[in-house]
């Protein structure tokens, strides 16, 4: 076992960064917690409306210059951001993996995903291009222009802390925007190092700033007249219910992602070793903390005999259970390592009370993972194995909820359709994958699925940074979605020209 070197040696007390200074808040402070090693690797501030409105008047202030700053010249700021996050690749990458839990691995693709979200947005002079078109009528010109419109707030979640915010932030500055970044307290670092680099790459003062903290921080940005929009990625309860509802109220532009539960679909034509594999970075990457995480795997019986369909579907859940117990669990900076912990010891429980109340509902727990066998001498606080069981219907709780761990749920269906029935019965409508051969079943898939990523033969449907992020259902309220061409919509707003000359 060789663990990697850590970035972060001593507790380090963090502060906000607002108007270019690093600055105290007046509010308390929270630790963070390595959830492998349970040391405290941070004090993090939970700060004020005070600390927040202060953050927003910066940004006004810095607003109308940095609208003025020809695009091109926004855009090499973020050059020389993304030159500075690939020359801290490594560091940002072991900071995700003391502060979140998941392997260099994990951490090292997140950062991979964030920084080519600043590599597109650097194209912002072709992406705000806008339209015109001659003599709409005799003599008569029309186009179209794109403006920022001013300050912009962005909450992000726990899972991916380095890479969401990144969805959002380098856009809304490229398009001439100035933002206000609020980081999930539970792990904060890759955003205060990225507020670093953004200092470094000469991002002027005003234009990028960020406020630690939790609720209060976000009812300040959802009630503060001068935040033109919001940007959250979390929970349901919260996207929905707070975030979507308080912004309808006060006439802000939103986008909502939530949270998902996620159908895989293996067809009996499928390529069985592959679809395995594929499904265990799926369900189990991450320690199952991933919106795009699969959670139900359905076996499709479609075409098969009675006694076919039961070989068929004894022999993928045997090689889904062997592949998942073979996983190896323990700190994540040891490269051998495939599983890290959950982010604390309340998600643990939280898991626990589900997989209780998977035995209770009389689906059959296959593979156990409350006592997992951790490779290194860690605190077992926040860790949790591999767990899988089979013969749930898709009405159960386990079956139905976000449970934002490792734990996957087997269901029988015979026909392809009964299975898209199961997906549209959810709730939630992030993602689903097919696992198959068959070019009319993965049609019928793509065309029908209420998702809004779809995989074939894909356990983890993540759009690139030049795709929309999307998601239907429970999963996401709004319009336009982070990334890409849609991402530069929602910071700016068009403006008909019309014109004639005498
Ligand atoms: P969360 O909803 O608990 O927190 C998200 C953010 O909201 C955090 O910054 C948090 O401080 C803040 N917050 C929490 N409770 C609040 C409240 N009552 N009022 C105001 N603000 C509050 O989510 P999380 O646990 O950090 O993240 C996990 C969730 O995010 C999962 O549901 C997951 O599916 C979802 N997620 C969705 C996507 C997507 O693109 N759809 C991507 C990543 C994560």
Known sequence: MAILEEPIKETLQL????NGDWVDSEGESKDVVNPTTQKVVARVPISTREDFDAAVEAAKE???DWR???PLARARCLFRLKTLLEENFEQLSRIQTMEHGKTIDESRGETRRGIENVEVATGIPSLMLGTSLEDIASGIDAYLIRQPLGVFGIIGPFNFPFMVPLWFVPYAIATGNCVVVKPSSEDPLSQIKIAELAEEAGIPPGVYSLVNGGRVVVSSMLQHPDIKGVCFVGSTPVGKDVVYKQCGETGKRVIAQCGAKNFAVVMPDADLPRTIASCMTSFFGNTGQRCLANANLVIVGEGLSDREYDAFYNKVVDMFVQAATNIRIGYGLDESIQMGPLRDGEKKKKVIRYIE?????????????????????WPDTAFIGPTVFEDVTPDMVIAQDEIFGPVAAIIKARTLDQAIDMIHDNPFGNAASLFTNSGRWARKFQYEVECGSIGINVGIAAPMAFFPFSGMKDSFFGTLHGQGQEIVRFFTESKVVIQRWF
């Not at 502060?15 to 607002?18: A, G, M, T, V």
């Open 68 to 70: 003025r700053t020809p």
């Open 15 to 18: 502060q906000n960064y607002i």
């Open 62 to 64: 810095a607003f109308p």
């Open 357 to 377: 109340k998977g035995i209770a509902e009389g689906a059959k727990l296959r593979l156990d993972g409350r006592n997992p066998k951790i490779i290194g001498n």
